[in-house]
């Protein structure tokens, strides 16, 4: 689907994009580790075509809202909130790769020590390493790491690849930095005839330490954050609707619709945003990552 969009946002507005592709090319690694499979260009013609309906749609939208509301001095609140949505929408586009890099070497970190052990058992039974891998990608329970070991396992009996060049290759792309470490370790353990079970063992009993410490670390941090959704959003929703109240007879210019229409967006579309932030937050920050 991603794929679809970003190939019809390319055949729109992909010269703009080439024109200012050089200036970000820092996004280019980023989109390979994240798993994003398209290209930069197409990624930032899916970036000005977004960008610009949403612009454009808050502009029409709001403007027609505002106007009802508060009369022509509605159009400037329009083109601001226009403004102020064009922006955040460019600054999401370019950080959330790095917002998914980070989520997917958590994934990984997560189910790591799983499947390290599971490499361990298939190492102890003599499985060639190509194998191995082309076994472990056909384990959906290891999430990413499997599908890298997918990658791995095509690399080799597609693209004819050597185990070593493929291990490698793998390590370059992947965010983790666990994973790279683990599949160093196996091309070294390969190279110089060291026992891959026994290295295999040692790392995950390695993984699966750090995994206990950070289960015991994030049941410590969930009470902070529970007290922290409390503050924001029953008590600060409570303050807000009760100061929009009060200001609403202190201006005169600041008409009872205005603030009917602020009160309903904050309470209807304010409040499921800020808890579904919260969920993806406490999701993303508890061990196994966001499902």
């Not at 999401?92 to 189910?111: M, W």
């Not at 004819?160 to 930095?177: Q, T």
Request: aromatic share 10%; proline share 3%; charged share 20%.
């Amino acid at each position: 689907m991603l794929e679809k969009y970003a190939a019809f946002c390319y055949n729109q507005v992909g010269s703009y994009a080439l024109e200012i592709v050089e200036y970000f090319e820092d996004l280019r690694p980023k989109l390979s580790k994240a798993g994003i499979e398209i290209s930069l260009p197409e990624y930032l013609s899916m970036m000005i075509f977004t960008v610009g309906i949403t612009g454009l749609t808050t502009l029409t939208i709001g403007g027609t809202f505002f106007v009802l509301s508060s009369g022509l001095s509605g159009v400037l609140m329009a083109l601001i909130a226009s403004m102020v949505l064009t922006v955040i929408s460019a600054l999401g586009f370019y950080i959330y790769p790095s917002i998914l890099v980070k989520d997917r070497a958590s994934r990984i970190q997560d189910t790591l020590p799983f499947a390290t052990m599971y490499l361990a058992t298939l190492a102890g039974t003599g499985t060639p390493l190509p194998q191995i891998f082309k076994n472990l990608s056909e384990t959906d329970e290891y999430g990413e790491v499997s599908r890298e070991a997918e990658k791995i396992a095509r690399d080799i009996e597609t693209f004819g690849m050597d185990i070593s060049e493929a291990l490698e290759k793998s390590a370059n792309r992947n965010p983790s930095e666990d994973y790279k470490e683990l599949m160093w370790g196996i091309n070294h353990v390969m190279t110089t005839g060291g026992s891959l079970r026994e290295f295999l063992q040692q790392r995950s009993q390695k993984l699966m330490n750090d995994y206990k410490r950070r289960v015991q670390e994030f049941s410590k941090n969930l009470s902070l954050l529970v007290e922290m959704y409390i503050t924001v959003v029953v008590v600060g929703s409570i303050i807000f609707t009760s100061m929009s109240a009060v200001m609403s007879t202190l201006s005169p210019n600041m008409s009872d619709n205005l603030i009917v229409g602020v009160q309903l967006i904050a309470i209807f579309f304010g409040l499921p945003l800020v808890s579904g932030m919260f969920i993806v937050l406490v999701r993303g920050m508890s061990p196994g990552g966001i499902r």
